[in-house]
């Protein structure tokens, strides 16, 4: 399945009201953050760099981002945007866990000329991630102080882990007769 916002903010939202956010805001704060996410994604691109035997391959791999790098990240961006609370390790912690869950059904997507089958390595680069969120509190009529405050936060977040994330990457496809390396590029579907 794609990453769409609906099934992002059923997962973020359940993770949210794991740690404690039952309130009515908590289902329209899930959704603005799905869509900010999906309208990054949307602007991301996927750039491979593989190894193997020669030909053009394609490579597929969800995007699995681990936990302990989303807790750390989103709690830098809270703490850079000046959300310091009671409740923002709780808040922290729902975005993590809801994120390492719900980010695997985004599928990283690129065409490798020069490899037809190997290995690779995907780095996802894309513009800065807070007009994103912006976009989706603005579409959720959160464009409010303490909405762009979250939104600069995820943004931060976003744009730190996929600084230097790297993710290893399978490449399949018809494989000619000689080794080969090769780059690509594509999106997250």
């Known amino acids: 399945m794609p990453l769409v916002p609906p099934a992002l903010a059923l997962t973020l939202g359940s993770n949210l009201v794991s740690t404690g956010h039952i309130g009515f805001g908590m289902p329209k704060l899930a959704q603005a953050i799905a869509l900010g996410t999906t309208i990054w994604a949307q602007k991301a691109t996927v750039n491979v760099q593989g190894a193997g035997v020669t030909g053009t391959g394609i490579a597929t791999i969800p995007m699995l981002v681990p936990q302990p790098l989303l807790l750390a990240s989103i709690e830098a961006g809270f703490l850079s945007a000046g959300i310091i609370g009671v409740f923002h390790p709780l808040t922290v912690l729902g975005l993590a866990n809801g994120f390492a869950t719900g980010l695997p059904a985004g599928i990283l997507f690129a065409t490798v000329v020069g490899v037809?089958?190997?290995?690779?390595?995907?780095?996802?680069?894309?513009?800065?991630?807070?007009?994103?969120?912006?976009?989706?509190?603005?579409?959720?009529?959160?464009?409010?102080?303490?909405?762009?405050?979250?939104?600069?936060?995820?943004?931060?977040?976003?744009?730190?882990i996929f600084a230097a994330y790297l993710i290893p990457i399978p490449i399949v496809g018809p494989a000619g007769p000689a080794p080969g390396v090769g780059v690509g590029t594509g999106k997250i579907i």
Do not use: H, N, W, Y
């Not at 190997?118 to 680069?125: C, D, E, P, Y």
């Not at 007009?131 to 730190?160: H, P, R, V």
């Open 116 to 160: 037809g089958t190997g290995a690779g390595i995907a780095r996802v680069t894309s513009p800065p991630a807070t007009s994103s969120f912006q976009e989706g509190f603005a579409a959720m009529d959160m464009a409010t102080q303490g909405g762009q405050k979250m939104a600069l936060a995820l943004g931060i977040a976003f744009d730190q």
